[in-house]
């Protein structure tokens, strides 16, 4: 069973429009959490790591939230823009197995005018 | 221009003939990675290294070789490829496990 859950699998949403995305995990013992971008046919892209004791990081329109008591997270899309259309992948370590990440299968996001 | 180079962007070959897809950085960074992304699944991890001479196998290593003899390259060897092993290939590295990862642009993989 996948360590790493996300939901929706895919959504659309207007330009201009906001939009929130979940991710549910159980590794443990956590080291962190990341958000990554990527766009169709090409590597993901950084977007936030957070920690244990961080429970929130921007970077631009993008921000992550994290609870690591009931092991979620979520990435709000402010402002949607059409390059925002692309998947979101949620990825987290553990602590006892340093250099291996666990990721969640993604979800599409794709932004109409 | 700081970044992950991985040979060759694409490749079509046939079962059992031995291919190695190369992985370059030229960032200086510690730690290298390897990733394969199949629809539905998602990324998985195949192989990782933590310094130079140290690997070590990720979720899905079986079928795979990798080694580190040198900081910047990360080679992934496919002794006998399969059809499933047919995929979308990432190669990523960082300086350090708990900071932001870098990707190549991917290798795509066919194996018939």
């Known amino acids: 069973k996948n360590q790493v859950e996300q939901s929706p699998q895919s959504l659309i949403i207007l330009e201009g429009k906001n939009c929130t995305l979940q991710?549910?995990?159980?590794?443990?013992?956590?080291?962190?959490l990341r958000w990554y971008k990527q766009d169709t046919g090409r590597g993901p892209v950084s977007l936030t790591i957070?920690?244990?004791?961080?429970n929130t990081k921007s970077n631009g329109r993008y921000t992550a939230t994290l609870d690591a008591d009931t092991k979620q997270s979520s990435l709000h899309i402010t402002a949607s823009q059409l390059s925002d259309s692309a998947s979101y992948i949620c990825v987290v370590s553990s602590t006892d197995s340093w250099g291996k990440f666990q990721f969640g299968a993604g979800t599409q996001v794709v932004v109409t005018p | 221009e700081a970044q992950v180079t991985q040979n060759p962007r694409y490749l079509i070959t046939v079962t059992g003939k031995k291919l190695t897809v190369t992985c370059s950085q030229n960032m200086n960074h510690e730690y290298m990675s390897w990733y394969r992304q199949d629809p539905g699944l998602g990324l998985r991890q195949i192989y990782y290294?933590?310094?130079?001479?140290?690997?070590d196998k990720g979720d899905v290593p079986e079928g795979y070789k990798v080694s580190r003899k040198e900081k910047r390259n990360f080679p992934l060897i496919l002794e006998s490829p399969s059809p499933n092993q047919t995929s979308l290939y990432f190669c990523a590295s960082s300086p350090g496990v708990g900071v932001e990862q870098f990707f190549g642009p991917g290798t795509r993989l066919t194996v018939l």
């Open positions: 957070m920690t244990f004791s961080e």
């Open positions: 991710c549910n995990y159980t590794v443990s013992p956590f080291s962190n």
């Open positions: 290294s933590m310094n130079v001479e140290v690997t």
